[in-house]
């Protein structure tokens, strides 16, 4: 092969790289072998069509609108912890591990915005704190130091 055969694929892979990252946004197919096997510019973005489509929550599964209303109905509009009858409400896993009850209603809750925040922020500072303990290991002392 020759240096200019090198050259070629090369020198497109490097503008097609620097269009990406110029915020280019042509449409028209590249012709050259190289093009298929490219990686994109930021694979970590998703189009933002994505989240809007019908696709992105349609399959979610546990707090659906039926759930949600059927919870909200059976805890007559009011929050189980401070009894708060006016604000926004959310729909609360009381114990939040996975198994066979996570998906029940009688594993649901209803919650004003504001004990659901202080009762998310207990339950991620106790995880913290489990995987924190399980870290540290009991400190053995030096074989050459036991007496």
Same mark, same amino acid.
């Given at each position: 092969m020759t240096?200019?055969?090198?050259?070629?694929?090369?020198?497109? *892979? #490097?503008?097609?790289?620097t269009a990406a990252?110029?915020? &280019?946004?042509?449409?028209?197919? #590249?012709t050259?072998?190289? &093009?298929?096997?490219?990686?994109?510019? @930021?694979?970590?973005k998703i189009p933002t069509d994505?989240?809007?489509s019908s696709m992105a929550w349609s399959n979610r599964g546990h707090n659906t609108t039926a759930a949600r209303l059927r919870i909200l !109905? /059976?805890? %007559?509009? /009011?929050?189980?912890h401070c009894g708060d009858t006016q604000g926004p409400f959310e729909v609360d896993h009381i114990d939040?591990? /996975? %198994?066979?009850? @996570?998906?029940?209603d009688a594993?649901? =809750?209803? *919650?004003?915005?504001?004990? $659901?925040?202080?009762?998310?922020?207990? !339950? !991620?500072q106790r995880g913290r704190q489990r995987h924190y303990a399980r870290r540290r290991?009991? =400190?053995?002392? $030096?074989?050459? *130091?036991i007496q």
């Open positions: 240096a200019t055969a090198h050259a070629a694929p090369k020198s497109s *892979l #490097s503008n097609a790289k990252l110029a915020g &280019s946004t042509s449409t028209t197919p #590249s050259d072998a190289t &093009s298929k096997n490219k990686p994109r510019a @930021y694979p970590w994505y989240w809007t !109905e /059976r805890d %007559g509009y /009011r929050c189980t939040n591990t /996975r %198994g066979a009850h @996570y998906n029940t594993n649901k =809750q209803t *919650l004003c915005v504001a004990c $659901h925040t202080r009762k998310t922020r207990a !339950e !991620e290991l009991p =400190q053995k002392p $030096h074989p050459g *130091l």
